[in-house]
Each structure stands twice: as C-alpha cells, then as structure tokens.
C-alpha cells in the first residue's frame, strides 16, 4: 500500500494527469511532470507569474502572505494561487492559465472559406451635421437623422440608448462632423468624430469544448485581420460536453460562473486579436458567435440542462441577436452579438457554420462532413435535402481516457509508424520537443500501424505471443511500449489494450454515425462525391490510417478535403455577410436531425463497427486485401 | 450683528424656509418650522424614524453611532441622517423623504382622459405547448412559437434575452400549459405557468419637475386600477429645470446621481400603486413615461447640457423604447418603457400629452392649452394647425421666493378672501390646518383681492397711506399682513411688496407666452373657443381672479375647463392605446415650437403685461369696468 500516500494531480488545459506525494509544491509536481510554467525568480514567491488556478480550494495547503502580496483578491476568491507557494493535499485537478504557460498549444485556427460578396450588418458614414441655431432647434438625433436621409437617403429611426446618452457631448466635441455606424440599416450604434468610415470591424467568435477562437476581421473589404486563441476555461469542469451541462445546471450560480468563464475567455481572445492588430475594442462593431448548442446555451446564459436529458431539446434553435453588452462582451458597447441558430441538442451552431462554410447546402454533389471533436458531428446532403447527427466519439482522440493521451501541445507525439521488419518506431513530436504522449493524431496512427503489423487482432486484442520485446505485460495488461524513457521520452510512452478498446469505441461512434445517416438516405459510400473532415485535430490525421481502422467510411482519398476549423470559418462568412447569416438560418431548420439511439440498428452497427476496420470487410473494398 | 450665528435651513419637499441657532438639533429645527416628521422614540434616537436626507454632509456634526446602529450603509452614503441625532452648523437643504413624513400633500393626480379604444402594445394568451418527445425535438421556443402560430395564427420571430435564460424550467414546471406575453405583436416577454391572461397590467408615469406620479391601469379594459405619487427628490438639486440640468451637468457623476434619484422615485410610486392594489411588481408589462424635455432626458440618462444652453436643443425628440431593466426600473424584468417624444428644448412630453388628452389636434375648434408649473407651457391650434412656446414663469405660484409661500400640503392656506369693507381676510386651509403659509391658489387670490381693494395699484405698488392696520412697514418695506400669530398661524402669514413683484412677473411670463401665440396665428381671445387650464395647481385657482391679475388672457370663464394632469392623462391614453403612440409621434413632429425671446414684441409685451391685469386695459374687456 505505498500508493496511499500517492495523490493524483490532473493539468489543465494539456490534460497530463499524474502521480505525486501528498505535500509536493504544484511547481515540482509541474517539474515531475514534464511541464513547463513561468517561474521567473526560480520559485521563491517573488515574481508571482507562476499562477495557476485551483478548482477546489480544500484540496491544497492554506494561501500564503507571499501570495496574498502578489495576487489581487479578485484572483484568489476565483481560485488563483502561486505553484511554488502552494503544495497538494488531495486528488485535484489545476488550471494553468494562459498567462503562465511558456509552451504553445496547437490549434487549428484556419477553416477553408469560401469567398463571399461582403455584405455586412453594418454600415459607417461620413456626415456633416448642420449646427443647431436659434431658427433650427431639430434635436441632435433628429439632424443627425435628417443629415443621413439627404446625403444618403437612408431612413434610420432607432438609436442604440447606450449611445443616445452620450451623443450630445461626442457630437459638439466633433464639430458636428462624424461618422455614424448603423446596424442592420434600422440603428445608429455608434457616432464618431471626424472620418472613420474605413476602420470597420467585427468579430467571429468560435466557441468549442476545448478551445475558443478568434477572427477578427476588416467589414470593409472581409478580410481576415488578425486571430486570438483559447483553451476554453471550463475544461475545469470537465473535458466533455456532458461534464460541462452538468455542471451549469446543477445552480443558477453554476450556470452564472460557467457563463462567465466563457465570455471571460471570448474577451481574452478579442482582446488578443485586437492588441496583434493594433486596434481598439470600440472599432469592433459586430461579433458572429458558433459554438455547439451546450456552449451556445451556457454563452448566452441559457439553462442547458434539458440538453442533457432526454429528448435532448435545445431551449433555443433560431438566430439571435443580443447587444455585446448584455453579455459583457467588451467590444464598442453598442455592439450586436449574432448567435448563429442550432439544429437540435447536439448538432450546434457550428454544424450550421460548417454547412455555410463547406457549402454542401448549395451543391448538386452529394457530401458529407465529419467534424471531429469530443462529440462528432455528421452532416450529409446535397441542395435538396440535409441529414445531421451527432455522435458521442468522446475525448480519446484528444488525449483523455489514453494512457499517455495528451493535447495537441509541444512534446506530443503527432504521427508515428512502426517498422513491420523490426517493429521500431519512427515518430514526430509537435516543435520537435522531447516526446511527452500521443495527441489524437499518433493514437490513430499507432493503432493503425499496430493492426498493419498484426501485432493487434480485427478485434483489437494483443498478439497471444510477444512478437517484440516492446509488447509487455504488466499486472496481467498488455501493452505496447512507443518509445520508452530510455528512448528519450519523458516517460514510457505505450498504448494499452484498454487504450485501443477506447479508440475502437470512439472509431465505431464515428462510423456508425456515417453508416446510419447513409442509411437513411439509402446511399453507398461511392455515392459521395465529395467528403470534408473538419475539426480541430482532423488537419493531422493520417487518412489511409484512420480508413485502415475504420474510422470514416471507405471513401477514394481523391474526393476528401481538410477544412480545418470550418466552424469558424462559417462564422467568418456570417460575420462579412447578411445573407449568409440568412442562409444560416434557414439552413438550421431545413436540416433533418437524426436522433441515432432511435435507429433500430443502431446498436448492431455500433458492435460490428467496434471490430478493424468493421466486422464486415465488404465495407472497406479498399483495405481488404490487407486481412 | 445678532444674526451672525444664525443658519438658513430649507425644508424640502414642503420649500419652507427658516433660520436657526448653529448647533440646533434638526428634529427640534423641524418642529420650530411647524413641520411635522415621525418620531416615534420622541427623539432618542432609538426608533429611527425621523429619517432625513442632507445634501451636503459638511454642514452637519458628525454621524454618531446611533444613526449608525439605524441606518444602512447605503442610506448613510446616501446622506441619510436622523434628525434627532443631526445638528446643523452652515446653511444647508434638507429633505424629509416621504417615509418620514405624516402629512400629506395636496397633489393633483386626476388628469381629465377621453375614452379611447383599448389596444395595449402587451397581449397576453394562453397555450398548451406539446411536450418534447425523441420524435419531436424542436426547440423549447419553437415548439412555444408554433403552438401560438397554430392557436392564434400569429408569428413571433423575437424572445427577450433575459427570459429566454428561463424559458426551459418555466415551461417544464407549468407543465406546458403557460400564459404567452407578446409586446408589440413582435417579441414573446414573458411566459408564465397556466392561465395569467387576466392580469395584464402597467403602468404611466409623470414626471414632473415637482412630482412623480404612477398610474397603474389594467390592460385588459384600460381602468385605471390605483395610484402612487412622491415628490421628485430631485429638488435636492433646485426647484426649477434650470438647476436641475446644471447640477446634472456638472459631471456624468451628477448625472448619474440625478438619473438615480429619479428612477428611485419612479420604483417607489410603481411600488406604491402595486401595494395598493396588491398586485405584483411582475404584473407590471409595460410602461409609459412623460415628462419635461429636462426630466425626460435625466430619466433616460442623457446629458440635458445643451438643454440649458442656447439654442436650447434636446438630444432626442422622437418616442423611445428602452428596456425598463436598462434603466433599472423594478416591474417585470422584460418590460418595455416607452417614453412619449418631446416637441423642443422646453415643450416637452408632458406638452405631448396634453395635446394627445385634450384632443385639440383633432378639433376644429381653436384651442389653447396653459399647463401650468415652474415652467408653463402654451398650445394653441386645432387640427390643421399647433403652435407651442415655453413660459418661464418661475416657483413663485408653487410657493418659492415667496415669503410666505409653500407647496400646496397641510396646513397651506389655498383661498382667501379680503372683505373691501372692514379688510378681514377669510380663508381656507389645506386639510383645514393651522395655516402655516400660503400656497400657489391663495397668492393669486392674495393679489387679485388686494387689487380689487386698492390696497394695491395697477402697477402693484401699496397704497402710500395705511388703509387698514394689516399694511405694516418694516425696515421700509411694505406688506399685508393675512393671518397673524394672534389669529392663529403658526407665523406672521404676509406678502410683501418683493412678492407681490414676483406674481407680476410670474403672470406676465404666462400672459405674455398665450399673447405671442395668438399674435403668430393672427388671432384674438375671443377666436379660441376652447380654454384648458391642466397642471398640478390649476385646478385649485380662482379663474376670476386668475383672470383679474392678468396671468390669463380674457376668456369668457364658460369657454374654460379645468384638465388637471393632462399630461398624466395622455400618458394612460399611451399606455392603453398604440394609436395613441402613433399619435403622439406625429403631434411632436408637427408641432411648431416658437422661441418667445426671439420675437421681436416680446420684451415690450412682457413689461406691458406686469402691470394688473395689463397696461393695456382693452386687452381684458371683462374687468375693464373695476379700474
């Protein structure tokens, strides 16, 4: 019983989870690790920059003066503490925030977008206001009104309150010459001095699990500005969808904290756009916002706890429009907050977004996308007719459930092969750091290479025999060692039988999702003619591997195309454009939702998708010849 | 140099005016002005009743530890005190808020309504909304809009954002079977378990520059269902409109400070009505809201500077909608304020209303509107035509700068009579008080009987040689004494010759406003067929007398009707009616406002127009007889 003692620390956002002795100061558990924090003074509580964030204050020794000195009250009542002043009790999990990170995550920010006529919602002119005088006593709004229709003969009878307040001083501070920034050609938003009719600018804001994203761009021409990114801060209450409904349903004050997480993240990630572009949060007049519909719901603060029961109805589906302030979104107050609309519960406004952004909506092809992520949605269609689904694929590919699993970060393992000859591992980490785990894209590769190498059954099972000295057993469990500690790994880097039982369930989630939505519109897949794979880790992903296991259905790699975060290019498109917006919305309700638990077969599909590639062989024509 | 210690202390609501010991006690203070405050405790400071409001907290000995045992943190910020336990040390204004009080104002609240047609921006209706099922998964606020599209055949696209955040556990806890409120046939606002459509309600509020008024009426039938009513506590920052828009002028502290003040009364008379007629605060689902320009753009929060400076333009002049949470008023969260347009600078919704009650825009008649207050507005025209201007007649008939002035509440003598045989004065007292002053109605009555008894000339000089032992001269000045000490007033009752100056020039400023309308419209007293007297105090003058001093041009008195509020009429007429809005919209931009000080008569109609009734006597034909 040596492991009583052990306590199990869990690091956020990277997902590394490990074992230390009750007492270890955060930094040297943070050491043991592998990873890295800022500690500029060497941790001797003086330069307070290696913060981190504790989700249960019981679970570590007391704060300290040192850290009373070098964090705000604010910061401690929300968790903050200093790792090297801080030591662990319990098991825990600990938030690393941005700020004290020195490794860069991966993330896949670019979506294949595809042009559009920019068009947005909003609209700056330049006018000359004539000054009031004893014989023309309109009211301000009035002459600025008045001013509008004769140069530009448009008719705007609303002015944002937020705005109205002010405009007596902003206008005679100006000299009666400004420009005016009116939204969806009915309200005046905004009143500047002088002439800024040319810096315009708006915001898309991609809100997913693991990460929340940035776009700002230029509304005058469309163009893609600058980009801000975020590990989406509630990963604190948990990696998945499901973890995070529970949590913000369980009080109004959970639902409030989580809400404020993410707008607190939208901001962090705004505000970094702005600052890489030099720009003010003020010239930011509009914001797109995608998100599945728990993110979308917890954003807008929306009860999600019906999402979470069935029959898994969305409180809301349509677009909104929500003034930016209203959710203490710090942009230009009188901001407008577009949420794109959702299609049920668990096909979210970034299905929508990924719909726009891949235009299957619009094209005579038959398509399908795959966006992966802890849940994957499926969406196939063509002009006519549009199927979703969603398919609970959970967070193996992004690390969690695997032994060595880790995010996408610095030191994971991105891609690997092993020799069938001598069964050695050739493999690439992320910045061609010290390997530390697998992200997504390795454990796909590895389980691939391990059934090419027969060194893993169709079932998924170990050899009985050891082949290679890197197949052990350990307390009755197989597994294969990647590269080991004395290979220079940080630790011993292997997948285990119960790794590859992870993958093969969240492959099968995957697969039966495309088979069931094919089945519903009696397809085969030499039918679809065009195949998107879009997520965040989908760019990386070895595609004749993740077909060797099974995971998309047979399809010629010929007609499947990354689109990388096309969510948030979805959201672009919304941002420079009304009639995508428009598209959007009547995309979300022409979209058929398909509940998969409901499908009779679903449950013998999942079984027979559970086995490399599928029990059926006739279903991969391409790989069979390997079996 | 006796007086050097002594302190002017103003009693506000009531104005009244007095001078005191430094170092007197305010509770004794108050009693010595013969104002009455609750006190349960007789003043020890035990039951913290006699609660006062002290603008300048420097003038006052310290906050001891009584007052902080009996007062919030937030009274004490506030400048709350007690008065038992607060001595005065400099001059200073006090104002005893309504809680402390136990008298009661004469406020005029009725306001003369035509019947209009009922047809409220708020329509409640009741649905049973299928339940979700995994065969029917639209969305909580789908499935509510169809089910009103099926029942009703209505389309509503909008849902308030902040219902929306509890629209999921209201309808699954009424078990969908909830009642629907829709404003503006365009955005769901509320929805409520079961079937609530009976009770539909809101409110109209009046603004004035002296007093808040809340009328709650019944949606469903237009009744008016209970009142509240305070004093603005806005006259902490001046009596009249002009030291209101300065004080608020100051910073955007200040105005935000004064924009406080206002909604809390505003929250207090909404509170008071729902008391009244035990209805809840949520029950309140739309509000109106007239006022003067000032008012109007304090309320709102809109710098009212330029109010104040020439060419005196208002921010804003059309009808606004603002949200009643983003403006912190407490009646259901999602409401709707609407807040009538304004016509100028100093004709304001209060004006608008008063057309809208009285009807004239839609009369062949010509008609002529005098609404009385600080500030007085004219209206004149009929349908095809209306012309408006803005009388700075002054606190003088609401009892300021008068020496014995006061506002019309207990214990204000509000009609006398001076016999012209034996000059015994007989008069009659508010609530039939010890009289303690004179208010608006009686200084009237005052200088017309004075006039009527030579006592005064046209000019409004004394007579040089005593008539009666009542004219006494002090210090060379003249006055006449109506009710001593010995005749039971708590003081000396008196008007000076400074007062009877004051009147003149308050009754020229409203004479000279009616007289440069007619002159625009080309006509005479006896073209206007219609004559209506509206404002807090009208009601109570003696038309005869009104007449008599020349405040009002000369109408046969059959021609005149007394409104009372018409401007808290035509606010219910908008609350229960959307013509009346549309209306009301487009009276304030037809409307033509005419700036008096720009007319070249002006000056030389005023001074003709201080003398009684005027220098002209041709110009009142009727009492032409008595000089």
Same sequence: chains 1, 2.
Avoid at 160 to 175: E, G, Q, Y
Avoid at 302 to 326: C, E, H, I, W
Avoid at 470 to 497: P, Y
Avoid at 539 to 563: H, R, S
Wanted: include cysteine; charge should be positive; charged fraction near 25%.
């Amino acid at each position: 019983m040596s492991l009583k003692n052990l306590i199990t620390l869990v690091f956020e956002p990277d997902g590394v989870k490990s074992k230390f002795r009750k007492g270890t100061i955060i930094l040297c558990a943070l050491k043991e690790a592998g990873l890295n924090i800022r500690s500029e003074c060497g941790g001797r509580g003086v330069c307070g920059k290696c913060k981190i964030i504790v989700q249960d204050a019981l679970g570590f020794s007391a704060v300290t003066d040192a850290e009373r000195e070098r964090l705000s009250v604010s910061e401690l009542k929300s968790g903050y503490r200093l790792a090297c002043a801080c030591s662990v009790l319990k098991d825990a999990k600990i938030f690393i925030p941005e700020e004290s990170r020195v490794i860069t995550r991966k993330l896949l920010i670019e979506g294949t977008e595809r042009p559009v006529k920019v068009k947005p919602t909003i609209r700056k002119l330049y006018v000359k206001i004539p000054k009031p005088s004893l014989s023309d006593i309109r009211s301000d709004v009035q002459r600025l009104q008045d001013s509008l229709k004769d140069i530009y003969k448009i008719e705007i009878t609303e002015i944002d309150h937020t705005l109205l307040k002010k405009l007596p001083r902003i206008l005679r501070n100006a000299n009666w010459k400004v420009t005016v920034t009116i939204w969806d050609e009915k309200e005046i938003i905004s009143v500047e001095p002088g002439d800024t009719v040319k810096k315009s600018y708006g915001v898309a804001i991609d809100i997913g699990t693991s990460k929340i994203i940035c776009y700002l761009s230029d509304l005058t021409n469309g163009e893609l500005v600058s980009t801000g990114s975020l590990e989406n801060p509630q990963v604190m209450y948990g990696e998945d969808v499901i973890s995070r409904i529970a949590h913000a349903s369980q009080s109004d004050a959970s639902l409030k904290k989580s809400q404020k997480l993410v707008i607190d993240g939208v901001n962090t990630v705004i505000s970094e756009a702005c600052q890489k572009s030099r720009l003010g949060l003020q010239n930011i007049y509009e914001i797109t916002v995608v998100g599945n519909t728990a993110m979308h719901h917890i954003f807008l603060g929306v009860q999600p706890k019906y999402l979470g029961l069935s029959p898994y109805v969305p409180a809301v589906s349509g677009p909104l429009n929500v003034k930016a302030r209203d959710l203490s979104i710090k942009v230009n107050p009188s901001a407008n907050a577009h949420v794109l609309p959702v299609i049920a519960g668990f096909v979210g406004a970034d299905a929508v977004a990924d719909i726009v952004s891949t235009g299957i909506y619009e094209s005579d092809k038959l398509s399908m996308i795959v966006d992966m992520g802890t849940n994957t949605e499926v969406i196939l269609g063509d002009k006519h007719e549009i199927v979703a689904c969603s398919c609970a694929s959970g967070p193996a590919f992004e690390g969690a459930h695997v032994k060595c699993g880790m995010k996408a970060v610095t030191g994971a393992i991105e891609k690997l092969q092993i020799n069938p000859e001598n069964y050695e591992v050739s493999y690439r980490t992320i910045e061609n750091a010290k390997p530390m785990g697998l992200c997504g894209s390795a454990i796909i590769d590895a389980v691939a290479n391990l059934l090419k190498c027969k060194i893993i059954d169709r079932d998924g099972r170990f050899a009985d025999a050891p082949v290679t000295s890197r197949l052990k057993t350990t307390n009755g469990t197989k597994s294969f060692i990647l590269v080991s500690r004395e290979e220079g790994a940080t630790r011993d880097i292997m997948i285990t039988q119960k790794d590859i039982r992870e993958v093969q369930l969240a492959k099968a989630a995957i697969y039966t999702g495309c088979y069931i939505l094919m089945k519903r519109k009696n397809i085969k897949p030499a039918d679809i003619k065009k195949f998107y794979v879009a997520g965040a880790f989908g760019n990386y992903i070895n595609l004749e591997n993740a077909k060797l296991i099974g995971m998309l259905p047979d399809i010629p790699t010929k007609f499947i195309t990354f689109v990388g975060n096309a969510a948030g290019a979805g959201a672009r498109m919304a941002l420079i454009s009304k009639t995508q917006r428009q598209i959007a919305a009547s995309i979300s309700r022409k979209v058929d939702y398909v509940e998969l638990a409901l499908d009779p077969d679903f449950q013998r599909e999942f079984a027979l998708a559970t086995c490399l590639p599928h029990r059926n062989l006739d279903r991969f024509p391409s790989v069979k010849n390997l079996f």
